[in-house]
């Protein structure tokens, strides 16, 4: 029985509750149809009420704002000035979509392209492949960091490796330099021509920002700051500082003072006095006000990062209770977003259940408009960009035969290794040093697999071989793996018989970025054809069992490494 008032001015008695919490998590979208089909679910959560009530799914601050409200992506280049504008943002039509003069994609990944036109987070899995292949461009120069993009964090590995080394008939790199940043020695540190080491997380500042993607709950708003607890033992800077510094040894405004000088000392520096908009840093916390420190609006404070760490890392500001539900529509929460900084002015929104600009692009692709589609990809664009939702089969489904590959395989991130980073640490080793495929118990029996088994996984793009281990609690048709255990032989400092390199695997071999030919001489992104996220888990494959091999396979030759082995044993001693 909390009162509460809309938007429009009407006051209601109660807050009414939907006890039905549904969450699309990023596995929904990592489909050729997943765009649709989080659309779905949402859709259903719309239908019921069960958006931003009690007991139903809640935003967190930043959040809820409308795609409006967002920049639209700008990708006009001139050389030795600033980007036109935001390199991502949200496209509201065809007119808003990052091509070229002639119509060809302006971005590396062909990203907001008449290929995925709401591809708000870029295309990283297309860029090295892209490149490689001149389409739509070759580039000169690939900056990377810390995106292990030749082992863990690619599509098709060993062909993406193999991209990365090749050369033209004149013995030059078709991709002639990669400029990577690191702090370990990853298997991507192989192929840099230039690698600037960087820090751990124990080493440096980091701003998890209200900017960007912070810590929040749906009961109010939370950022909070990393800083070093250690001092690096080796020549090392924190990558923030050395984009600052590379920053203003080009002179970029933002980056640099009036008489030319840098603007920021270093990251932790920026984290303070950075401001996007007056008033508005990277973090909401301890800021300057008038009658001393206040949150949200402010202007810097020289103490702010000493100020987060007393509070111990973060800082929260909680919505008062009038505002805690029905936050795009709440009038109280509305005026807290305002005053704490999220918006300029009130931004409340409907929800669309008839999408607009999705119907623009289909427009588009019935002939209508000035913006017109390729012709290969018309049909495309008016089927999938529906404006209410659909369903359709993964691409890969229509490109094979089912019944012959009729497992599903899915890699996911174990949360103690998110990407690769912390293999070598003794503790994590010890809880996950290999990782097994997982498989569910029909098709553990159908094989008759025992303990200590290995077996042969094969896709319609490769095949690995890998030791198997039951597990019951599973889906009857899918098996699956962590991402980022197995490691290439030479990095990460391990030695070369370390279970990560001979029992440890990757699924993505198994994955291919483009979809199988279609006779058309056209290069096939498997991604989502509208928001371009990689179709990872579109991957089916069929399983048999093997003779154990010496090692998981494939199993790549050592790479060189920049730094020395690892010790054979660690022993430390724990005080109270």
């Known amino acids: 029985d909390r009162e509460w008032t809309d938007f429009r001015g009407v006051t209601h008695k109660t807050m009414t509750g939907r006890p039905v919490a549904m969450h699309a998590m990023r596995g929904v979208s990592a489909h050729s149809n997943g765009f649709q089909t989080a659309r779905a679910i949402h859709l259903l959560q719309s239908l019921i009420g069960a958006v931003e009530t009690p007991g139903s799914m809640r935003f967190k601050p930043p959040y809820p704002k409308p795609a409006t409200s967002h920049p639209k992506p700008h990708c006009k280049v001139t050389p030795g000035k600033p980007l036109d504008g935001p390199h991502l943002g949200y496209p509201q039509g065809p007119a808003d979509l990052c091509l070229t003069a002639d119509g060809k994609p302006a971005r590396i990944d062909k990203a907001f392209t008449w290929e995925n036109p709401l ?155 950075h401001e996007r908009k007056p008033g508005i840093g990277p973090l909401h916390g301890f800021r300057m006000g008038e009658k001393g420190v206040q949150h949200g609006r402010g202007a810097p404070n020289a103490a702010q990062i000493d100020e987060y760490i007393r509070a111990g890392g973060f800082h929260v500001s909680h919505i008062p209770d009038e505002a805690a539900y029905f936050k795009p529509w709440n009038r109280a929460y509305q005026d807290w977003a305002v005053k704490l900084g999220l918006y300029d002015k009130p931004d409340p929104y409907l929800i669309q259940l008839w999408v607009e600009p ?18 290969h990809l018309r049909a495309q664009i008016h089927h999938t960009l529906d404006p209410l939702p659909l369903w359709y089969a993964p691409f890969l489904d229509d490109a094979i035969d ?130 371009g996220q990689a179709a990872w888990f579109d991957l089916r494959v069929k399983i048999a069992r093997a003779v ?7 199993n790549h030759p050592p790479q060189k490494s920049p730094v020395g082995k690892g010790p054979k044993t660690l022993s430390w001693q724990v005080r109270k």
């Open 119 to 273: 591809s708000a987070h870029g295309l990283m899995h297309m860029v090295i492949s892209n490149a490689h292949a001149g389409d739509p461009y070759k580039i000169d120069t690939l900056f990377l960091y810390m995106a292990n993009m030749s082992w863990n964090s690619s599509m098709n590995t060993s062909g993406v490796m193999q991209m990365l080394s090749d050369t033209d008939e004149n013995g030059d790199y078709v991709i002639p330099r990669i400029i990577y940043s690191d702090a370990y020695s990853s298997e991507m540190v192989a192929y840099a021509d230039l690698i600037l080491p960087d820090t751990t997380y124990l080493e440096r500042h980091d701003c998890i920002s209200l900017l960007d993607r912070p810590i929040s709950e749906p009961g109010g708003a939370a950022d909070a700051i990393r800083y070093p607890v250690i001092q690096p033992d080796r020549d090392v800077r924190g990558f923030q500082s050395v984009l600052l510094d590379l920053g203003a040894r080009l002179g970029l405004p933002a980056m640099v003072n009036q008489d030319g000088s840098p603007k920021f000392a270093d990251y932790a520096d920026y984290i303070i006095n």
């Open 358 to 375: 999705l119907r623009r692009f289909q427009l588009a692709a019935e002939g209508k408009g000035p913006a017109q589609p390729p012709e």
């Open 402 to 531: 089912p019944a012959e590959y009729p497992i599903h395989a899915l890699t996911q991130r174990p949360m103690a290794m998110y990407h690769s980073w912390g293999t070598q640490n003794a503790w994590l080793r010890q809880i996950h040093g290999h990782n097994p495929l997982f498989v569910p118990t029909a098709i553990w029996q159908a094989h008759s697999f025992q303990d200590g088994d290995w077996a042969e996984v094969t896709s319609p793009h490769g095949t690995i071989t890998v030791p198997v281990v039951h597990m019951a609690a599973l889906n009857p048709h899918t098996v699956w793996t962590w991402n980022a255990i197995g490691k290439r032989k030479g990095a990460w400092a391990l030695s070369e018989d370390a279970p990560e390199a001979t029992k440890g695997f990757l699924l993505n071999h198994l994955i291919h970025e483009l979809l199988p030919p279609k006779g058309d001489g056209l290069r096939w992104s498997n991604s989502d054809p509208v928001t």
């Open 548 to 554: 154990a091999p010496p090692e998981s396979q494939p």
